[in-house]
């Protein structure tokens, strides 16, 4: 018999994970009979927008719900620590007939809510997102990150085990694998899936040919996390080719606490602020490749949402080499995933040099296809089946 779906989201404003959310919504749409979505004022008028492009069934009702929108370091601790009431109240109101999907886990209710459900077994379940990399990392003690880490990890080790209705939902079985070599007890509660990729119904897509100078560049945002290190030594090596105009190097997306103005090798495109998606689209469809510099042992435990505009774009990749990307590509080669930083530069060297333009079509269609609306909602579907959910 199939639920209702009640979908919350009490933290993102703006565009933050946007199309994520949305793709959420069409997902559950194809399984319950209706979709009530409630989130914040101007992430609810991103999803209008984006209505436009992308069809609402008629199952589907969104309602605007009060969150404190500042974004800054003290703003998201208050939309967080807000969080915590706004997603206990949605948790004690949910009836038996409907399906609680957190879209973000409140760090703060999380272990309450887990405590509470052990009794009451209500289906809820939370998505988990960068906040699982608080495992791989060892925030200092009294830290705001020391102290979510902490709550993440009762719950992961002794909660979950005991409530087999709560669930957490992970965008990939590389990361469900990695988290169960840690807590290998959750597996009981995971559910994966591929990470959605949204098709704009009234767009081609990008047909990419090689261009003098070849134009690569990363995509989102840009941080020490994320690989800044890595880019600048990357434009150090290929120096020479940069200088006499054979290859340019962006950085589309806003910089997070870093001084660009020295690495001028690199081109800044929206270093501080966000970009809006259809300029963020202009740019990226420029690119020969998509650059990924992430540290080779990061994204073990969170999805990227920069390769899925690569494949939604039909862009080939230059990447270091993850568990993530290696899971989620298999066998279906969209560029080049290489071990070290020179590597990938010797293979830029190299396209440069034999100007050969490899076609990828075939491979982009089959992950478009692996990670379509209508794909996810049948994998979601099953797991539902399986947990007893629906």
Known sequence: MKKNFKIIDCYATKTHHEVFNLSLILISSQIANKVICK??????????????????????????KGVYEKDSKTGAFIRTFMGFFITLFEYLMLSPHQILIFTTTNPFSFPLITSLNILLRKKIIFTMHGELELQYNHPKFGHLAWLYRWMYTINFKYLLK??????????????????????????????????????????????????????IGTVGVMKKEKGFDNLIELSNNLKKEILSNKLVIRSIGKVENIDTS?????????KDETIPRTDFDKYINELNFILF??????????????????????????????DFFCDLIGNNSIGYLKD?????????????????SIDYNENFSKLINKTSIPNIAKLLNTSLQEKHFI
């Not at 020295?262 to 929206?270: A, S």
């Not at 073990?300 to 390769?307: E, R």
């Open 293 to 322: 510099l992430y540290p080779t042992n990061s994204y073990k435990l969170t999805a990227s949402g920069a390769i899925t505009d690569a494949i939604r774009l039909h862009i080939p990749i230059l990447s270091l080499k993850n």
């Open 39 to 64: 989130m914040g004022s101007s992430a609810y008028n991103n999803i209008i927008n984006l209505k436009r492009k992308y069809q609402l069934p008629s199952n589907v009702k969104i309602v605007k």
């Open 162 to 215: 005991c409530s087999s209705k709560t669930q957490l939902l992970v965008l990939g079985e590389s990361i469900k694998n990695n988290l169960c070599s840690i807590f290998p007890y959750l597996n009981k509660n995971i559910i994966s899936i591929y990470h959605p990729i949204l098709i704009d119904i009234n767009k081609k897509q990008c047909s990419n040919k090689l261009t003098t100078p070849l134009i």
């Open 262 to 270: 020295p690495h001028t090798l690199i081109n800044w495109i929206g």
């Open 340 to 356: 070290t930083i020179e590597e990938l530069a010797n293979t830029i060297r190299t396209i440069i040099t034999t100007k050969e």
